[in-house]
């Protein structure tokens, strides 16, 4: 999704042969001095699992890493009050109770509001489903009993800080999120409040990424010992010409298909990528299905994680196989 506005498929599928075909060009610098070569397969939740629980919650977090879950992915805004939280659109309309921007909103009238309200069950967010479908709307305001071993403010938008206390010792990989494609400036803020906020912790075992690629060379600028991994133009320079991303950049995270049929996430990609030493790492939102099926192409393609929506599908898929995880021997699949 977040190349699509960019990039038509008649263009897409001229370059996808011509790079598929290219020699790949090892960096061997990058290949010794990146880590994240080494963490795989890693299931990295998206948001937490999105289709699986509320989005972008405590509670989806929890409940990732629990079933086994490497990595957290989650996705950051920066409110009125200059503070991070942890939610997915510039909106609060779509996943809460609430409406507004979160630019405009301080964190703590954010935090009032009812992070699950539009989630479904094995849907996902969705506002147009029976009122029964809702299992988990009124958690959060304290209508509805929380599941066990959890309260109501697992089911708020939580504050970025909340979630590195939560979890100190699990990777997580941030998404820097702006108020609008055209709004950089609100990019940038987010990023300058980001790279303090990692500077002030001392964490390394992070990625921090962006569609928009000044907010992570921006980052960059200010935290230079997180790894990267490039907005959109920086993957499109890469997957079109083979230009090299951004110094920093320690992994490629891709979406699986463009416009629904154009392949990204190949295995001669994938190739190239390693050969160049960064990681790959796939995404799903809606570029194919969070199915059995296409994660274990994507195994076998070598992708070093996945961005799961479905991540105790994912879990049990690593597990029946075997498949080596970061720390864990197994079954490599592309050994």
């Known amino acids: 999704m977040r190349y699509r506005h960019l990039l038509s498929v008649g263009v897409a599928a001229t370059a996808l042969a011509s790079i598929s075909a290219a020699p790949a060009h090892a960096d061997n610098t990058t290949n010794a001095t990146n880590p994240w070569l080494d963490q795989r397969v890693m299931n990295m939740a998206h948001s937490g699992g999105e289709m699986e629980a509320p989005t972008n919650t405590m509670y989806a977090f929890e409940r990732a890493v629990a079933l086994g879950s490497d990595m957290i992915e989650l996705d950051v805004h920066s409110t009125v009050d200059e503070q991070l939280v ?6 609060v309309d779509e996943t809460t109770d609430g409406t507004g921007k979160v630019e405009d909103l301080t964190l703590a009238e954010i935090q009032t ?7 479904v069950p094995d849907v996902g967010t969705d506002p147009d489903q029976p009122e029964d479908a809702y299992t988990l709307r009124g958690v959060r305001t304290g209508d509805v009993a929380p599941p066990d071993g959890h309260t109501a403010d697992d089911f708020a938008a939580p504050a970025l800080a ?6 100190p010792f699990t990777p997580i990989n941030i998404e820097i999120k702006g108020s609008g494609t055209l709004d950089v400036a609100s990019f940038l803020r987010t990023a300058r409040l980001l790279a303090d906020f990692l500077n002030a912790s001392g964490r390394t075992d992070v990625i921090v990424s962006s569609f928009n690629d000044l907010a992570v060379s921006e980052f960059h600028g200010l935290a230079p010992q997180i790894g990267l991994a490039p907005g959109t133009a920086g993957i499109a320079a890469y997957f079109f010409t083979g230009a090299k991303p951004i110094d920093g950049t320690v992994a490629l995270q891709i979406p699986v298909t463009l416009n ?4 990204i996430a190949t295995p001669k990609f994938i190739a190239r990528a390693h050969a160049d030493g960064y990681a790959v790492h796939i995404w799903f939102s809606g570029t194919a299905p969070d ?7 994507l195994v076998d393609a070598c992708a070093d994680a996945l961005m799961p929506a479905r991540p105790a599908l994912l879990e049990r ?3 029946d196989r075997g ?7 197994g079954v490599d699949p592309c050994a």
């Open 317 to 319: 898929i690593l597990d």
């Open 162 to 167: 909340e979630v590195f206390e939560r979890f």
């Open 260 to 263: 629904g049929w154009v392949k």
């Open 323 to 329: 498949i080596t995880r970061p720390g864990q021997p």
């Open 86 to 91: 942890v939610i997915h659109n510039a909106t």
């Open 291 to 297: 199915d059995e099926a296409t994660y274990n192409e």
């Open 113 to 119: 509001l009812d992070a699950a309200y539009n989630f």
